[in-house]
Nanobody
Framework: VQLQASGGGLVQAGGSLRLSCAASGRTFSSYVMGWFRQAPGKERDLVAAIVWAGGGTYYADSVKGRFTISRDIAKSTVYLQMNSLQPEDTAVYYC???????????????????WGQGTLVTVSS
């Protein structure tokens, strides 16, 4: 599985950005795609994820109500719409892919199998 992320950039506080990540290669019917972020000196944490088949989602508390994850099944692409961005959202954002069992309806938060290259999001105050 190859993941190609895009959409980062510089934005002022209160602004919006949309990240995209396209998956290619051999994908399976049961998987999750998500977005992690890593700020300087901090761990990489899951921001949002979506179960590809069923659409179940996960959001970190820090982004609930501001970020929305969605997917375009035909394009094998996951999006992260980020609104009301704040300086603390500044980080490198990574898309990730994880195989799951078909019975899983809520995205796991750890041990993802494939990673895209990071895309930098910088929010100025």
């Amino acid at each position: 599985v190859q993941l190609q992320a895009s959409g980062g950039g510089l934005v002022q506080a209160g602004g919006s950005l949309r990240l995209s990540c396209a998956a290619s290669g051999r994908t399976f019917s049961s998987y999750v795609m998500g977005w992690f972020r890593q700020a300087p000196g901090k761990e990489r944490d899951l921001v949002a994820a979506i179960v590809w088949a069923g659409g179940g989602t996960y959001y970190a508390d820090s982004v609930k109500g501001r970020f929305t994850i969605s997917r375009d099944i035909a394009k094998s692409t996951v999006y992260l719409q980020m609104n009301s961005l704040q300086p603390e959202d500044t980080a490198v954002y990574y898309c990730a892919y994880k195989y799951i069992l078909p019975v899983v309806t809520t995205p796991p938060t750890t041990r993802y199998d494939y990673w895209g290259q990071g895309t930098l999001v910088t929010v100025s105050s």
